[in-house]
Structure formats: C-alpha cells, structure tokens
Nanobody
C-alpha cells in the first residue's frame, strides 16, 4: 500500500519561501513520476508540477514556473518542492501525488493528506 506523508506547509508573507516535503512508503519514487497539485478555496484542484522518475526532467504549471522547484532524494524516498516568491494567490492546500505509470502526464493514483499553505499580503 502506497502512503504519502507531507510536511512543511504553513503561513508565510508574500514574497517569502516555503519548502514542502513528501515522504513515500510502499512506493519507490525513483521509478515513477511524483509531484504536487493544489486546491485553492472555491476552486478545482490544479496541477503544480512533477518530477520524472529519473530526476532529470521536471514539469511546471506556467503560474509557478521560475519560482517553484521540485527535487527528490532517492535515499530518503522523499520529494521536495521549494516555493519562492510566494504570492497571495498561492494560498491553497497542496497535495503530493504519484502515479502508477511512468509517463509524466498520467493522472495521479495516490495522494498525500494535503498541506495548507497560506500566503498573506
């Protein structure tokens, strides 16, 4: 059974930074894509970014490109998301996810518990 445990969210001022972590059990991140979605109040869940199993390729939504960076530590079986230059519109619950397919665009099959991030203006 795959479990994703997230940590690192919280409250930050606009322009600040946060790093989210997602640790996996029952799944080796080095074999499958993993990343984050987010859901803002009153909105649908949306793609934020993903890292491929090789760690050499990452994909980001245009809204976060250049400000967010996803990386992974295979020894710790953990994926990280560094968020810089945060904006108030980035306030959302961030969900770690992974898929059972090796293609980067495959829909998520597993989700973390969600990690609230609040960006104050």
């Amino acid at each position: 059974q795959v479990q994703l445990v997230e940590s690192g969210g919280g409250l930050v001022q606009a322009g600040g930074s946060l790093r989210l972590s997602c640790a996996a059990s029952g799944r080796t991140f080095s074999r499958f894509p993993a990343g984050w979605f987010r859901q803002a109040p009153g909105k649908e869940r949306e793609f934020v970014g993903r890292i491929m199993w090789s760690g050499s390729c990452t994909y980001y939504a245009d809204s976060v490109k250049g400000r967010f960076t996803i990386s992974r530590d295979t020894a710790k079986n953990t994926v990280y998301k560094q968020m810089n230059s945060l904006k108030p519109e980035g306030t959302a619950v961030y969900y770690c996810e992974t898929t059972s397919s090796t293609t980067w665009y495959s829909p998520p099959d597993y989700w973390g518990q969600g990690n609230p991030v609040t960006v104050s203006s």
